[in-house]
């Protein structure tokens, strides 16, 4: 017997509601903080660094469910970063805030070996299917006068490149304010934590609402694949 038009946008209402289950049952999001001491919690006793921070900047915001993994480690550069690569997305990643090269300019490392590296992060964690975001750095005045404006623009012309979203200096509000600094006025304390989390936040939550609409059109894709034909 020939379904009528309502039969027909019933039974595909029916079917969608069977295949796909809904959005607060779908898998939590994966937010890898992939950097050095700054976002590694340096010197913070436990539960103030950066990710404890931001974990709970996303419970605010509603996404309460997204693990937060931070596989910052203190002393890192873009090199080594480069390295343990594989190690750091051994859970899986759906989202990679990088933030990486501090080491490397303190270093007088060339700005182009730094770029080098950190598009090789970038472009591995794409090839992963994560977004990415990209925490800039920018140096201190350097003997050479052209180191710094070259390192600087590392960051802005690497995110372009690649197209991924860029946050423009990962320490923003925090350096050169003793509220927000330990002692040796380059790692952030528990309120800077706090501060570089806040600010972060809302490209973070861009980034997981990006991530969502990927996954519901992959969803209608394959319900379109899968549905019946009248």
């Known amino acids: 017997m020939a ?56 419970y605010r915001r509603g996404r309460g469910d997204t693990l937060v993994m931070n596989t910052s480690r203190a002393g890192d550069t873009t ?56 925490a800039g750095m920018v140096s201190t005045p350097k003997r050479d006068p052209t180191y710094k404006p070259r390192f600087d623009a590392v960051y802005p012309a690497l995110a372009a490149r690649q197209r991924v979203a860029l946050y423009p200096f990962f320490l923003d509000g925090a350096f050169g304010d003793r509220r927000y600094m330990q002692s040796d006025g380059e790692h952030p304390n528990a309120a800077g934590s706090d501060l570089i989390a806040a600010k972060i936040a809302p490209m973070v939550e861009r980034e997981l609402r990006a991530l969502d609409r990927r996954d519901n059109m992959r969803g209608m894709r394959g319900f379109y694949a899968r549905a019946p034909r009248y």
């Open 79 to 134: 090199g080594v970063g480069v390295d343990r690569l594989p190690l750091a997305f051994s859970g899986g990643a759906d989202l990679v805030i990088v933030e990486l090269g501090g080491n490397d300019m303190l270093g007088g490392e060339d700005p182009r070996v730094v770029y080098r590296n950190l598009d090789t992060i970038v472009r591995q964690s794409k090839a992963q299917g994560a977004r990415v975001i990209v």
């Open 3 to 58: 379904m009528s038009g309502s039969s027909r946008l019933l039974a595909a209402c029916l079917f969608v509601s069977l295949c796909f289950p809904l959005a607060a049952e779908a898998q939590p999001k994966r937010v890898v903080i992939y950097g050095d001491s700054l976002a590694s919690g340096f010197n913070l006793p436990e539960g103030t660094d950066f990710a404890w921070a931001l974990r709970k900047q996303l």
